[in-house]
């Protein structure tokens, strides 16, 4: 579990979690993050000078316990792709 904290108020901790993961990864890499109350999922964008890449976590990824390491592979696999 990322965090306990549901919708718009998960989105600031989110985003610490994942520049918390990408950052030893890449410097120079930014995450942010913001909820989609119509798809209930968090939207992560990944930064990399001009380069962005955007992607959606669920709300059963993000608060369900032992789904943190599925979240961090798919972190870490977009920021290769970026």
């Known amino acids: 579990m990322i965090t306990e904290k549901r919708g ?4 600031a ?8 993961v990408i950052r030893p ?3 120079l890499a930014e995450a942010s993050v913001y909820y ?10 990944l930064a990399r000078a001009s380069r962005v890449l955007v992607f959606r976590l669920s709300e059963a990824q993000v608060h369900t316990p032992g ?7 798919t972190l870490k696999t ?5």
């Open 78 to 82: 977009k920021l290769k792709n970026l």
């Open 8 to 11: 718009e108020a998960a989105s």
């Open 67 to 73: 789904r943190q390491d599925e979240c961090v592979k």
């Open 25 to 27: 990864l890449d410097a």
């Open 36 to 45: 989609d109350g119509d798809s209930a999922t968090y939207v992560l964008r």
């Open 13 to 20: 901790e989110i985003g610490r979690w994942a520049n918390a």
